[in-house]
């Protein structure tokens, strides 16, 4: 019984997740809509204008991942404990999941279309054309897949499916993770989204299958995109879409 309440408490919503949920949706609102007004202050400080974007995407990740971190340290830790006994099962599963991912992805563009990159997508590649390895791969390796896990999949399905179906909270957290990546001038274009839908579609499967765990679909995430920023890295700038 006690095991059970135990369970139950860490997925029970709490004032750090509405705080980071809030502290979320106000950076998005606010970069959004007084993104102009940012961007002139932050060339102020940092004058060459990818270290500026980087100084934004820092602190805004930085700022939601301090609470994501306070709210869900035990949930971390008891992830880790059940991963550490089978380590073999996680060394193998995570490159596996990442190739069903390029998979479905693949499948999903095609259907969808010539692939079309996202503004977010073009962003980030500017940034790893111009910021060195040493800063991206904390941002996006490390804080920002754990910032995009805590929310998108402990809280949209871990921690809300105690109030509806999961399933229809793993449609709820697949639409909304793909969304944000590409909500931007180009809107929601199937061929843009589709990157993004394959990639929450396995990251919500994995999570729900291996038991809500966390940091398994975290490292998934976090080795997606270290493959991703080696990728980059290693393509001549000349190479890579405009």
């Known amino acids: 019984m006690g095991t059970l309440s135990t369970k139950a408490s860490l997925y029970r919503f709490t004032a750090l997740d509405a705080i980071a949920v809030a502290v979320y949706l106000g950076f998005t609102a606010y970069f959004t809509f007084a993104g102009e007004s940012v961007e002139r202050l932050m060339l102020q400080l940092f004058p060459q204008p990818a270290t500026a974007s980087y100084a934004v995407n820092a602190i805004f990740y930085a700022g939601v991942g301090i609470f994501a971190v306070a709210s869900a340290w035990r949930v971390v830790g008891r992830d880790l404990k059940i991963l550490g006994t089978r380590p073999w099962f996680t060394l193998g599963m995570i490159p596996l999941a990442i190739v069903v991912m390029l998979i479905l992805t693949a499948i999903l563009v095609a259907a969808f279309g010539t692939a079309e990159s996202s503004e977010n997508q073009l962003g980030i590649q500017g940034l790893l054309q111009?910021?060195?390895?040493?800063?991206?791969?904390?941002?996006?390796?490390?804080?920002?897949?754990?910032?995009?896990?805590?929310?998108?999949?402990?809280?949209?399905?871990?921690?809300?499916?105690?109030?509806?179906?999961?399933?229809?909270?793993?449609?709820?957290?697949?639409?909304?993770?793909?969304?944000?990546?590409?909500?931007?001038?180009?809107?929601?274009?199937?061929?843009?989204?589709?990157?993004?839908?394959?990639?929450?579609?396995?990251?919500?499967?994995?999570?729900?299958?291996?038991?809500?765990?966390?940091?398994?679909?975290?490292?998934?995430?976090?080795?997606?995109?270290?493959?991703?920023?080696?990728?980059?890295?290693?393509?001549p700038p000349e190479l890579l879409p405009n």
Do not use: D
């Open 130 to 235: 111009q910021v060195p390895a040493w800063l991206m791969v904390p941002l996006l390796v490390i804080l920002g897949p754990f910032v995009e896990e805590y929310l998108f999949r402990h809280l949209l399905i871990g921690k809300l499916s105690r109030y509806l179906n999961i399933w229809v909270c793993c449609v709820i957290s697949v639409v909304v993770f793909a969304s944000i990546h590409v909500v931007g001038r180009e809107g929601l274009v199937l061929s843009a989204l589709a990157p993004y839908l394959g990639m929450a579609l396995v990251l919500v499967a994995v999570y729900v299958w291996t038991g809500k765990n966390l940091m398994f679909s975290y490292f998934v995430h976090a080795a997606k995109n270290l493959m991703a920023v080696v990728l980059i890295y290693a393509i």
